[in-house]
């Protein structure tokens, strides 16, 4: 547990500002920050990539496989499985818990949180730049979400989706 710790501190402390994968001593960067979320994640494939800037909490439940990649300045919940051949975009945001709203007579801010069930990303799955995806969503197999998109409802395999909230463009 202590060693945990000590390399969240490591990633945010000094990973987590070294170069994307495009930059100067990028791959060298990107490997060390793989490296330490191996010991940080439950399961992270070594072809995975973590690009500058991402944000997971304390990553205790975090799951990716393998050739898949965290876009820059990303912010990821503790929740989270992510298969295999995963693309996110720059700046996409996963939340992995919901405000209590159930009491009128309580301010919301005093209410605390739901916990929701993890975010679900399938394999060969594209997220475009600044997409936002809800708690306990499932995103379905070869799919794409369009830059920009809201996820609020599950995402059927095989299909691209854009808009806010998201909605199903076609088949693909």
């Known amino acids: 547990m202590i060693f945990k710790k000590i ?13 994307s994968t495009s930059q100067p001593f990028g791959k060298t960067s990107n490997y060390l920050r793989v490296l330490i979320c191996k010991f ?7 072809t995975s990539i973590i690009k500058r800037g991402v944000y997971f909490g304390t990553g205790e ?25 995963v693309m996110m975009g720059i700046e996409c945001i996963l939340f992995g818990v919901k405000h209590k709203i159930s009491k009128n007579n309580i ?13 679900i990303i399938g394999n060969n799955v594209w997220i475009g730049a600044r997409v936002i995806i809800l708690p306990g ?6 799919s794409i979400i369009a830059a920009g998109s809201v996820v609020t409802k599950n ?17 693909i």
Do not use: M, W
């Open 7 to 19: 390399f969240l501190i490591i990633y945010y402390i000094i990973l987590k500002h070294l170069p």
């Open 40 to 46: 940080i994640f439950k399961k992270i494939h070594n």
């Open 61 to 85: 439940n975090i799951k990716i496989g393998k050739s898949s990649q965290i876009g820059e300045n990303c912010r990821v919940p503790n929740n989270i499985v992510i298969g295999n051949y």
């Open 107 to 119: 301010p919301f801010i005093h209410q605390g949180y739901d916990q929701v069930g993890p975010i």
């Open 137 to 142: 969503i499932k995103i379905g197999n070869n």
């Open 155 to 171: 995402i059927k395999p095989n299909s691209l989706y854009a808009g806010v909230p998201a909605k199903k463009i076609k088949t």
